[in-house]
C-alpha cells in the first residue's frame, strides 16, 4: 500500500451493525473497492456504491477466488483469532481487526506464535477507533507542540454507557463494561502516554461497572491513570483529564461532544469545537483508515500497541487495601 494510488481491494467479514460504518467509511476511500463480503448469516451480496460484490459464507471460499489487498474482521471478538490465523496464512493481505483484538490471553498467545513466519506485525492491525477521535488527535498535537508543560502526571477517565438498561441483553452482547469500555480508553490512552501496568481492577455491580488503575510513563517521569467505566447511567457520557503536574495545566477531553480544552489556573490556553457535522463513529473511523490506507500506518493500530492494550486488558492485578466504592443508584 505504498503507492496512494494504488486500488485497495477489501474484504469485508461480516456485515452487521459495526461493519455499516467500516463499509460508509471505505464507500468515501477514493482508493478502497470492496473486492468480496462473508457472512455465514447473511445470503445476500451487500451493496457497496451501487454494486454488488460476490458474497460467501466462509473467509475460505472467499480466498480461494480472490486475493484482497486489505481484509476487515467485524465480527464477533471471539472469532477474531481464528480468523486471523486465516488470514495470515491463506493470503498476503494486511488485516484490520475490530476491536479488541481478541478476547484472551491465550489468543493472543497463539497470534504471537505466528510473528515469526506470517508478518504479524507487519500486517495485523486493531480498530482503536477512540484514538483517532478528532478531540484526542487535537490534544496529542496539542502536547506535542508544549513540551515546557511537562510530562503528564495523572489521568482520570469515565466512560458511562446506558446499557444497563437492556438488562441481561447488555451482558449477553457486551460482557462487562470493562470489557466493553477497557479497550477504549487503554488504546485512547496509547496516544499520550506509555502504559506500563495495571495495578488494580474492580468488577463493581455483577460487572455493570469498574474502577482501575493503571501505571504510565511520560517524557521519563512515572504517571497513574484513574479509569472509571459504568452502565449505570441514562445517557452515554466519556470524559478524560490529563493533568501536567509539574506545569499546573490541565487538560479536559469530552469524547461525547468531541471538544476539549487546556488551562493552567484560571487562564485559557487552548479550546477545541465540533460541529456536529460528521457523525461520531465516522469522525474516528475516517482518519483511522486515511493512517490504515497509507504508507506508514500509526502505531496505535498496530499489532505492538494491540498485546499491550489486551495484557492490560485482561491483567489481575492483587487487590488492594482500599474499600471499594459502593454501589451506585438505579439511574431513573
Same mark, same amino acid.
Given at each position: 500500500m505504498s503507492d496512494t494510488s494504488d486500488v485497495v481491494r477489501v474484504g469485508l467479514v461480516g456485515v452487521g451493525i459495526i461493519a455499516r460504518t467500516h463499509r460508509d467509511v471505505l464507500e468515501g476511500?477514493?482508493?478502497?473497492?470492496?473486492?468480496?463480503?462473508? %457472512?455465514?448469516?447473511?445470503?445476500?451480496p451487500i451493496d457497496f456504491r451501487g454494486t454488488k460484490p460476490p458474497h460467501y459464507a466462509t473467509l475460505a471460499e472467499a480466498l480461494a477466488a480472490h486475493r484482497p489487498d486489505l481484509i476487515v474482521l467485524a465480527t464477533p471478538t471471539s472469532t477474531h483469532a481464528d480468523l486471523v490465523t486465516e488470514a495470515l496464512t491463506r493470503s498476503t493481505a494486511r488485516v484490520l481487526v475490530e476491536k479488541p483484538l481478541v478476547h484472551d490471553l491465550a489468543s493472543l498467545a497463539r497470534l504471537r506464535a505466528l510473528a515469526e513466519t506470517h508478518e504479524v506485525a507487519?500486517?495485523?492491525?486493531?480498530?482503536?477507533?477512540? /484514538?483517532?477521535?478528532?478531540?484526542?488527535?487535537? #490534544? #496529542? %498535537?496539542?502536547?506535542?507542540?508544549?513540551?515546557?508543560?511537562?510530562?503528564?502526571?495523572?489521568?482520570?477517565s469515565a466512560f458511562y454507557d446506558p446499557y444497563v438498561l437492556r438488562g441481561e441483553q447488555a451482558f449477553a452482547s457486551y460482557g462487562s463494561s470493562w470489557t466493553d469500555s477497557?479497550?477504549?480508553?487503554?488504546?485512547?490512552?496509547?496516544?499520550?502516554?506509555?502504559?506500563?501496568?495495571?495495578?488494580? #481492577?474492580?468488577?463493581? %455491580? %455483577?460487572? /455493570?461497572?469498574?474502577?482501575?488503575?493503571a501505571a504510565f510513563r511520560s517524557r521519563g /517521569?512515572?504517571?497513574? #491513570?484513574r479509569l472509571r467505566t459504568s452502565w449505570r447511567t441514562g445517557s452515554s457520557s466519556k470524559e478524560t483529564a490529563l493533568t501536567f503536574g509539574h506545569g499546573d495545566v490541565e487538560l479536559w477531553i469530552d469524547h461525547t461532544a468531541m471538544t476539549g480544552f487546556a488551562a493552567r489556573g484560571d487562564t485559557l490556553l487552548a479550546s477545541y469545537g465540533n460541529d456536529g457535522q460528521t457523525p461520531r463513529k465516522i469522525a474516528h473511523y475516517r482518519p483511522l483508515y486515511a493512517s490504515l490506507l497509507s504508507a506508514d500506518p500509526d502505531p496505535v493500530l498496530g499489532f505492538d500497541t494491540a498485546v499491550?492494550?489486551?495484557?492490560l486488558h485482561h491483567a489481575t492485578p492483587a487487590p488492594d487495601a482500599d474499600p471499594s466504592p459502593g454501589p451506585e443508584p438505579e439511574p431513573t
Open positions: 476511500q477514493p482508493r478502497a473497492t470492496l473486492e468480496f463480503s462473508v %457472512d455465514p448469516h447473511v445470503r445476500e507487519a500486517r495485523v492491525f486493531t480498530a482503536h477507533h477512540f /484514538a483517532f477521535s478528532p478531540e484526542v488527535r487535537w #490534544a #496529542a %498535537d496539542l502536547l506535542a507542540a508544549h513540551p515546557e508543560w511537562g510530562p503528564i502526571t495523572s489521568i482520570t477497557g479497550v477504549n480508553q487503554l488504546s485512547m490512552l496509547a496516544r499520550f502516554v506509555h502504559l506500563t501496568a495495571l495495578t488494580s #481492577a474492580r468488577q463493581l %455491580d %455483577d460487572g /455493570a461497572s469498574a474502577w482501575c488503575t /517521569a512515572t504517571g497513574s #491513570a499491550t492494550v489486551t495484557e
